[in-house]
């Protein structure tokens, strides 16, 4: 067994960890789950954090996802969480709030480092697009396994629209779209993203992927060859846990790459 990071993924309606062997990318205990607050301001979600830390007894470095831009820390953007996040040193807060160090970064990217090093993205060069399908999409882009952190393809603007609220998961719910009607939406998005990156994958996450043979197939109008995720409810928690671990061994952060 490798060394053991504890990861945390700050969800919408939950915030989970577990400790994780970053080599084998396993959870290692019984991940733990607490209701996110609400409102999910950040001193209420840093009291969470310090419960979840406290819950393992942790004393090792801890990874945290946010569901927004990370940048040095600071959380920039907060497209479905309270604005009070904007300009935040969250990560300051959470080291406060937990009393260990803490690596924050955005989910998607999370999922996408994840997935990368263990999932579907396993050795995939070039240039791979990881979209979470969820409240909202998150993006997360890697060129020959290397992240560029932070885009933010959710947002694109298709018909006059933000693209999350048209395409995400949540909307196919809320509106009751078949699957059929929601693929189509997916195959606009998607084909317009392509325009602009041409990316020789696309896996496709969020807890709606389990479910990829029902709309996957339905996608037309995009040449990349579209993939489920593979990781799926863990990937944050582990992907979380990996970028704290390369933080504190930085020799980590080139597994990261795909061999
Ligand atoms: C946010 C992204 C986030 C995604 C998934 C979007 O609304 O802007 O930063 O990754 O939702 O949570």
């Known amino acids: ?93 959470f080291r406060e709030a937990t009393g260990r160090p803490v690596t924050l970064l955005n ?50 603007e298709i018909d006059g629209h933000d693209a999350e609220t048209r395409a995400a998961a949540r909307i196919r719910e809320e509106e009751k779209l078949g699957w059929d009607e929601w693929a189509e939406r997916l195959g606009r998005y998607l084909s317009r993203l392509e325009a602009l990156i041409c990316p020789s994958l696309i896996i496709l996450g969020g807890g709606v992927s389990k479910r990829a043979d029902r709309f996957v197939p339905l996608i037309t109008g995009v040449r990349a060859p579209i993939v489920p995720a593979t990781l799926v409810n863990n990937a944050g928690i582990v992907g979380a846990a990996m970028a704290a671990a390369a933080a504190a061994h930085p020799r980590e952060a080139a597994e990261v790459r795909p061999s």
């Open 107 to 156: 989910d998607a990217d999370a999922a996408g480092l994840a997935e990368m090093r263990l999932g579907a993205g396993r050795g995939k060069g070039g240039t791979v697009v990881v979209l979470t399908l969820g409240t909202g999409i998150g993006s997360a882009l890697f060129t020959d396994g290397v992240i560029v952190p932070n885009t933010e393809f959710g947002h694109l």
């Open 1 to 93: 067994m490798g060394e053991e990071t504890l990861g945390i993924d700050i969800g919408g309606s939950g915030i989970k960890g577990a400790p994780v062997d970053t080599a084998e990318g396993a959870l290692t205990r019984e991940r733990f789950r607490l209701p996110t607050p609400k409102p999910a301001t950040p001193r209420a979600v840093a009291k969470v954090l310090g419960d979840v830390v406290e819950h393992f007894g942790w004393t090792g470095p801890v990874g945290v996802t946010f569901p927004g831009v990370v940048v040095g820390g600071v959380t920039m953007s907060a497209a479905n969480v309270d604005r009070k996040w904007i300009g935040l040193d969250a990560a300051a807060l």
